[in-house]
């Protein structure tokens, strides 16, 4: 998808009601029903969605914050009291964004060090909209139209197909109660994707979206909602392969995806957050009977993340797969994992977990499997390899297995290692400096999920990966 | 025709109250020769490969390592050198500086590195030694700058890296690697699996042999790179060092315990090491010698002299 079509509403207009609102709403401290009354106007939204938005508000008053898990990253920075000054970042930033040499040093920097080029780095950051990618979406996009698939922006699917939104929308996947973040998101959402694929399609290339620079500012409580009907296949991917444009420090996305009987989905992201960004999301997925999903996810960037994209495989034979790689640097805590319910027989899951910490950043694997009574003859398998560079880092595995059935197959294996110093002197011994050798280990480490990616995404991901060892994002 | 010298090198394990380890080896090795070193376990044979390599678990007490360059070994050099250029201290650099000069060392056990493939891993490393050499003989001016245009984006596309005339690309090296490895007798398939990673002793020998076939070095230490083969492997893995000699005129110091390899590999000299020193020197009789009496009496030998 475009970054055009991600911003296709009235920007003009969008930008005058900011100008307007500026100061009311920097007056008001706090999250109160008057502000989300203000976004829902604005997007012209239909009366259920400001109620529900309103009722997710409510929610997200009521909960505490989260704060007994073990081990869990320190949210006391996040002050609620203080959330919406940040979604409205002041108009000379938003309108600067449009203008690429008006960016942050930082963050032009990282695009030239990921090597984009400049007509590329236009599209992205909104100025310039033509480049081959997008001709290529358009044609693709009209042999969908032809069989009924939806792919556009989620405030337009709002308007455009009510009825589906209306029914999958924060209702059974993950409603607002879930979790303080997840009520959050329900009240202040903006933003995102909307997938739908009917019966019998598939998909055969695989549909992206791009949030890598998101001039909008609002896009960091984006949704996503994926609906993929009995015998349907798609392959949705997110690309965040820059750090978000962040005038603000919290990022609280929705992911929910439906998938139906004998259907695949796969959802693949590649995220990288500013350093002073706290990176609370909720991702989950329902699968119906012998259906399949896959979670592909490297997660960079951000001061702390929670993040565990869930699964509740709630028809017989139903499976899921995830891969995750996070990356925790200098004042980092990124605590990532995966929740797999199995709730029907023969349901299967994998779970594969990789982490590097290097300079006295932490990486955690929080993850729970949940077999639950009557799911007979299900499995599950969970591993988890750490990585660290040095002795200042650390890197936990907290895997909570719920077995309540009996014929069911469980594995869990988890490895901790620090990058090897014979394996770097070996590598340095046929030519490879210091850097690159660290840099080939951890390429291979994360191999598994590069592989799984296009390979556009897994060169970035690559280079990513390389650019936060070498310390030169932030 | 280069020439590796080492005088009086002494050695200890890095770390604090870390043992004494070499204490006064003498060798020196030109390429085109064989050398075989030999002695018992503990001796110091390994650690004298690591430290030429530049292992950083070991620390230099005292003596030197020189490698001594000819006009045909910089060749492929584009700069105009200075006398200098020809004489390198390896003490002072860099374990991979040392490989872009040509020290090759061949590993009892090499590392297992996982999601890294072989075809990946070997392209990589001949383009790094490479440029390490143009850093090396260019000085450290230029090579600065070369650090420089490194960041500076891909010029091309992003899926083929940052242009650089001077790398070997994709297909030149495909073909090098092919014929590389039908000169060792390999499987291509070899070339799609991880680093090393789940192959059986013999493979791996015979790997590093295939590195050093493609890195072409001035002077490879093997250690031991006879040890835990089956005869037939041996033989492969002896053919492939003759003809690192004989094709690529590579020097080979050759660290084993047995007499075995030196059937297929016949040494120019054999030196016996004891107690972190060179007891003994000699021609291809010596290793015979010590396969049928030991080493008790170079030992007996060594200590009556001093």
Known sequence: MSSEDLQDTDTEARFEFKKEQKSAFQAEKGLTEETIRLISEDKDEPEWMLQRRLRALEQFHEMPMPTDWPGQPDLSEVDVDEIIPYIRPDVDVRAGVDDWTELPDDIKDTFDKLGIPEAEKNALSGVGAQYESEVVYQNMRDRWEEKGVIFCNMDKAVQEHEELVREHFMTKCVPPSDNKFAALHGAIWSGGSFVYVPEDTTVDMPVQAYFRMNSEGMGQFEHTLIIAEESSEVHYIEGCSAPKYSAFNLHSGGVEVFVGEDAHVQYSTVQNWSKNTYNLNTKRAIVEENGRMEWISGSMGSKATMLYPSTILKGRGASDNHITIAFAGEGQDIDTGAKVYHNAPNTKSTIESKSISKDGGRTNYRGLVHIADGAEGSSTAVECDALMFDNESTSDTMPYMEINESTVDVAHEATVGKIGDEDIFYLQSRGLDDDDAKQMIVSGFIEPITEELPIEYAVELNRLVELEMEGSLG | MATLEINNLHAEVAEEGGEHILRGVDLE??????????????????????????????????????????EDDVDDVDVELDEEDYRWNLLELEPNERAALGIFLGFQYPAEIEGVTMTNFLRQALNAKHDEREELFAGEDEADADGEDEDAGYETSPMEGPADDGEIGVAEFQELLTEKMDLLDMDEKFMQRYLNAGFSGGEKKQNEVLQAALLEPAIAVLDEIDSGLDIDRLQDVSEGINALRDEQGTGILQITHYQRILDYVEPDHVHVMLD?????????????????????????EAYEAA
């Open chain 2, 29 to 70: 090795v030109a390429s085109g020769e064989i050398h075989a070193l030999m002695g018992p376990n503990g001796s110091g044979k390994s650690t004298t490969a690591k430290v030429i390599a530049g292992h950083p678990a070991y620390e230099v007490t005292d003596g030197e390592i020189i490698l001594h360059l000819d």
């Open chain 2, 276 to 300: 972190g020193k060179i007891a003994k020197s000699g021609g291809a009789e010596l290793a015979t010698e010590l396969e049928d009496e030991g080493y008790d009496w170079v030992r007996e």
